[in-house]
């Protein structure tokens, strides 16, 4: 903790940007759609780029649309603190998910910058292209290519359900930037998030810790049956695809049961290739993703669908192709790191407790290369991925409280 216990940011102006930049993407139901570099995603990376150079800091984005936000240091030969989250949302997405991790690092700087405190390091505020991976594969695509995850080529090759690539939409919204990835050099990393589940609004605790996070696997799949009259075919001399992919689901979700509680299965999309009511389902595109924070867990999971899936496609006689686009090993995050996220909860008086991360985040991918660690606020009801999603202003002007003792202690305020 600094010499600066008092310091607090100003929790009303951060509430004020949430509400202000929730208008770009906003919904009817009083959500957000904020597709990664959609012409949303466009606009509100505009007002935060506005916002940070109004805030004395100097904004470069490299050739995948990460943007940085860069505010000196007293010592310029060292790497920067970088901290922030991303500004993407899911299609039914909410007011918090990501952009409090990048606005709370705005109000950061903002109230050093009033405060008259330059750090020992320089800081580092960014938002990084597509955490979601919702219309672009995969998840946490801008910070997984800086840390050499993923070659830029094979990331803006990607393309969407339209057939448009990541490459033309970062050209699109004018976010395909000259710096090359990964040469944005980071001392460490910190990230403020709204905790996406239930555990810290149930027991009244404002923080979460959070040491570690779930490793994850996400698969792309198809089942081929064969198309046929849903009145004439006898149900013995059926190959439905659907039905195929039904069994499939409840296998994804009894393995998941099965090895828990440390493991959730979910298929999350599901597409009939020519769906009519009188047709017996031929062809199905679909995905799913297993987590645990325990990679043994994993395994056990993958081999689990992996033979029941065989039994299925024998019994019903389809094809089903089952393709891992995506892993992720579980996450263990620098002590160094937590231990500074601990402490600044504790100096500041606030309830706190370690957790485990359910969701996928960018400090995963930025643990790898550096000392990082992340800060977790409840949200209500533990609803995220909906547009329900809310959380209490105080809890995140706290969660942005700890974020600047964190940096401070970390940066040398
Ligand atoms: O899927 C995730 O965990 C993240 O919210 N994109
Ligand atoms: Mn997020
Ligand atoms: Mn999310
Ligand atoms: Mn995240």
């Not at 957000?32 to 606009?43: F, I, M, Q």
């Not at 939409?169 to 910190?190: D, H, K, N």
């Not at 959070?210 to 799949?221: A, H, L, T």
């Amino acid at each position: 903790m600094t010499d600066r216990p008092n310091l607090r940011v100003d929790g009303d102006r951060l509430w004020a940007t949430l509400m202000e930049t929730a208008r770009f993407g906003a919904t009817e139901k009083g959500g957000v759609r904020r597709l990664t570099l959609s012409p949303e995603d466009g606009a509100v990376r505009d007002w935060f780029r506005a916002a940070c150079e109004a805030a004395g800091m100097r904004v470069s984005v490299d050739t995948l649309g990460n943007m940085f936000a860069l505010r000196p240091g007293r010592d310029m030969a060292k790497p920067p603190l970088g901290f922030g989250s991303h500004l993407d949302t899911q299609p039914t997405g909410g007011k918090f998910d990501g952009i409090l991790g990048t606005l709370a690092a705005l109000e950061v700087v903002r109230t050093l910058n009033e405060a008259g405190i330059e750090t020992e390091v320089p800081l580092c505020v960014c938002n990084w292209t597509n955490e979601e991976g919702s219309r672009f594969v995969p998840a946490l695509m801008g910070s997984l290519a800086h840390v050499g995850d993923f070659t830029v080529e094979d990331i803006l090759s990607r393309t969407d359900a339209a057939g448009i690539t990541a490459g033309a939409a970062l050209e699109a919204i004018g976010y395909r930037g000259a710096m090359p990835v990964g040469t944005q050099a980071f001392g460490g990393f910190v990230e403020l998030h709204i905790e996406q589940g239930p555990l810290l609004e149930a027991e009244g605790t404002t923080i979460g810790v959070v040491e570690r996070g779930q490793g994850i696997v996400w698969y792309d799949g198809r089942i081929t049956g064969f198309e046929s009259h849903a009145g004439s075919t006898p149900m013995h001399l059926r190959r439905d695809a659907l039905a195929a992919l039904s069994e499939l689901v409840l296998a994804v979700e009894g393995l998941a049961v099965e090895h828990g509680p440390d493991a959730v299965g979910t298929v999350g999309e599901a597409a009939i290739a020519t769906p009519s009511r009188n047709v017996i389902p031929g062809a199905i595109a679909f995905s799913a993703e297993f987590r645990s924070p325990d990679a043994t867990i994993l395994e056990t999971l993958e081999r689990g669908l992996a033979a029941k899936i065989a039994e299925i496609a024998a019994r019903r006689r389809v094809e089903i192709a089952l393709d891992p686009v995506w892993r992720k090993a579980p996450t263990a995050f620098d002590p160094g790191v937590v231990a500074a996220v601990r402490g600044a909860a504790q100096a500041l008086g606030l309830s706190h407790r370690p957790i485990v991360s359910g969701a996928a985040h960018d400090a995963f991918s930025l643990a790898a290369i550096v000392p990082a660690a992340m800060i977790f606020v409840p949200c209500k009801d533990g609803v995220s991925h909906n547009e329900l999603e809310s959380a209490e202003k105080s809890d995140c002007a706290a969660g942005a409280d700890v974020l600047l003792h964190t940096v401070l202690a970390l940066a040398g305020g």
